[in-house]
């Protein structure tokens, strides 16, 4: 079945660009919604934004100034950019997989910690 | 945003118990309402699916039910692989929003 796999750097310098790729292997990227979702430490979940295969992207307000969700289909991969970062996100990030706009997260990476440090 | 409130936030409970955990919508999110397990190191693990829906390989212990704005994820019988923190998730609209956490501990 499909796995979910978060590559990038583990550690960020304050105020530089957080980037992230998720490889999807044993399946295509075609026809699905692809979303990011960060997890600080000892704390909830919190959704980034998604994209579908298309190209089309959807983001939380929360984080929209600051975050781009791209895709290559060529490559199965779609990546994460999230620019101006600040400790406040550190965290876990994971990229997940959803079959439409209106439906769960299933599969998930295994997760990868970015840290935000100088 | 749609808040989703979760209670309670913690719970001790025994090896073979009956165990509900509550997830309160601030608005009707109809049926678009998940529910995930989350053991510590590892990624949330999809339980139940558009409230009611089983997802495949989940042990028939775990239930899902509920509309609107107030959902439920029982656990007919406790077992030690129970014991996880676990999320419910509405998918009814954008920005997507999980309730805070119920973490199960072993009493």
């Known amino acids: 079945q499909v796995q979910l796999q978060e590559s990038g750097p583990g550690l960020v310098k304050p105020s530089e660009t957080l980037s992230l790729t998720c490889t999807v292997s044993?399946?295509?990227?075609?026809?699905?919604?692809w979303s990011w979702i960060r997890q600080p430490p000892g704390k909830g979940l919190e959704w980034i934004g998604y994209?579908?295969?298309?190209?089309?992207?959807k983001y939380n307000p929360s984080l929209k100034s600051r975050v781009t969700i791209s895709v290559d289909t060529s490559k199965n991969q779609f990546s994460l950019k999230l620019n101006s970062v600040t400790a406040a996100d550190t965290a876990v990030y994971y990229c997940?997989?959803?079959?439409?706009?209106?439906?769960?997260?299933?599969?998930w990476g295994q997760g990868t910690l970015v840290t935000v440090s100088s | 945003d749609i808040q989703m409130t979760q209670s309670p936030s913690s719970l001790s409970a025994s090896v073979g118990d009956r165990v509900t955990i509550t997830c309160r919508a601030s608005q009707s999110i109809s049926n678009y309402l998940n529910w995930y397990q989350q053991k510590a190191g590892k990624a949330p693990k999809l339980l139940i699916y558009a409230a009611f829906r089983l997802q495949s390989g989940v042990p028939s212990r775990f239930s899902g039910s509920g509309s609107g704005t107030d959902f439920t994820l029982t656990i007919s019988s406790l077992q030690p692989e129970d014991f996880a923190t676990y999320y419910c998730q509405q998918s009814y609209s954008t920005p997507y929003t999980f309730g805070q956490g119920t973490k199960l501990e072993i009493k």
């Open positions: 994209i579908y295969y298309s190209g089309s992207t």
């Open positions: 044993r399946g295509s990227i075609s026809s699905y919604y």
């Open positions: 997940a997989r959803a079959p439409s706009s209106l439906d769960w997260f299933d599969p």
